[in-house]
């Protein structure tokens, strides 16, 4: 396994178009969260799935947000009507509901990067 | 609702020398996890350091130790040793654990950047 991996890396879009993220957890991992880092800042939870189940929503995803993870693997980050405050790095990490050996849990993906201008 | 607070947005040290990154917590849960992540300036967020909050002794891995007082809810990142390769964002972070249903999302603090100097 190969660790969570993000696609694209980076992203420059025009305000008000759409994009789209993809997050691979590592396989066995059940558990897929989804964060925003802004420049200079810690990142910030955004939201989580258990399998499928989308189970808490930060107060941060509003409603151009959109997150799905439909066969209980890969998970998606829709960012509808983009604006220039989108801008940030959007990381995704994965972990089982197990305590595990390895990282105690958490494997995070290196993020995906969005520039709105 | 938990939060992380760490003090110090920078940080000197030189090379070889040790280093103590602040981190202080608030939570009236009892059961929760404090972890230490680095993060260079590639993105990638990197585990260093677990700590329970039952956990009876301070945690150690490698260069890196935590010294956990559960009193003051503080969890310092004490760096021994310094190398120019540390030089990175540092970040504490916590999430409550719920049992069987396992750890909930982290809550990250602002984060520390952390420059070694030769």
């Known amino acids: 396994d190969t660790g969570v991996s993000q696609n694209p890396r980076h992203k420059i879009t025009k305000r008000g178009q759409n994009v789209t993220f993809r997050c691979d957890p590592i396989?066995?991992?059940?558990?897929l969260y989804w964060y925003r880092q802004t420049l200079g800042q810690g990142p910030e939870f955004l939201t989580y799935f258990q399998n499928e189940a989308q189970l808490e929503k930060s107060r941060l995803l509003s409603d151009r947000f959109s997150a799905e993870r439909p066969k209980g693997s890969f998970s998606t980050l829709e960012i509808q009507r983009t604006e220039q405050g989108d801008s940030a790095m959007y990381l995704c990490a994965s972990s089982t509901t197990r305590d595990s050996k390895n990282n105690y849990g958490y494997t995070f993906g290196s993020g995906t990067r969005l520039t709105v201008v | 609702a938990q939060k992380i607070t760490q003090t110090q947005p920078g940080m000197f040290v030189q090379e070889k020398e040790a280093v103590t990154l602040d981190c202080t917590y608030d939570t009236s849960d009892p059961s929760y996890g404090l972890f230490w992540y680095k993060q260079p300036s590639s993105g990638e967020m990197i585990f260093l350091i677990y700590?329970?909050?039952?956990?009876?002794q301070n945690a150690t891995e490698g260069r890196y130790s935590l010294n956990f007082q559960k009193a003051r809810k503080s969890a310092n990142l004490v760096i021994s040793a310094s190398q120019l390769g540390d030089s990175a964002m540092y970040f504490c972070a916590m999430t409550l654990s719920r049992g069987d249903t396992g750890r909930r999302a982290l809550t990250f603090g602002s984060g520390t950047r952390l420059q070694v100097q030769p």
């Open positions: 700590q329970g909050s039952y956990d009876q």
């Open positions: 396989s066995e991992h059940n558990r």
